[in-house]
């Protein structure tokens, strides 16, 4: 995966505030949620992510929201390296669900001290 470093970081900055690391008991994932008012910010992640995966939109009650996950190869192969890269973006509470998450799923050798 190419990024360059502003996209890389507007990347970061939005997982830092709005992300979510995590997994589903069988593999790791990064979760996006947010409204449908953000529909081009979802776009520009399927164009920019190759592997992640826009859900949605959904609908439940009066909400509306998106959903882009990113798993498998493209979460080890290329966001994992990119995150790890630019650690110094994260913010304490951000690094350690990251770390937490590469643990339980057993990538933590690709995340270094």
């Known amino acids: 995966m190419e990024i360059d470093d502003r996209a890389a970081g507007f ?3 939005i997982l830092v505030g709005e ?17 449908t008012k953000h529909e081009s910010l ?4 399927e164009s920019t ?25 493209a979460l080890r192969n290329d ?5 790890q890269r630019h650690r ?7 690094e350690e669900r990251f770390r937490a998450m590469c643990t339980r799923y057993g990538i933590a050798d690709e995340v270094q001290g």
Not at 42 to 45: A, D, V
Request: glycine share 18%; aromatic share 14%; hydrophobic share 35%.
């Open 11 to 13: 990347l970061i900055g």
């Open 19 to 35: 992300g979510h690391f995590g997994g589903d008991g069988r593999q790791p994932q990064i979760t996006l949620r947010m409204h």
């Open 42 to 45: 979802f776009r520009w992640l």
């Open 49 to 73: 992510i190759p592997g992640g995966k826009l859900y949605g939109p959904y609908q439940h009650g009066q909400r509306s929201y998106f959903q882009w996950m990113v798993r498998g190869a």
């Open 79 to 83: 966001m994992v390296p990119l995150l």
């Open 88 to 94: 110094d973006l994260l913010d304490g509470y951000t």
